[in-house]
């Protein structure tokens, strides 16, 4: 006597094959922004420390004396 869960079920066959498509859609979509994230951050990061290293510093500024009247 075969048992009713061992058989072929082309339905569920159908649902998990597209939830597996959806799933592996969303994956991608997910990775793509992740790594233009990091790019992106990385990129903004090392335009940051050239900007630190290139810039030159600001002359401190001086205060005259007042006058005594």
Do not use: C, H, V
Request: net charge positive; aromatic share 8%; proline share 6%.
């Amino acid at each position: 006597m075969s048992t009713p869960w061992l058989k072929k079920n082309l339905f569920m066959s159908m649902w998990l094959s597209a939830a597996n498509s959806a799933a592996g859609s969303a994956r991608g979509r997910m990775t793509a922004q992740a790594r233009r994230a990091a790019s992106s951050a990385a990129s903004s990061a090392s335009s940051e420390w050239i900007k630190l290293w290139t810039t030159p510093p600001k002359p401190t500024r001086t205060t005259r004396a007042r006058k005594r009247r």
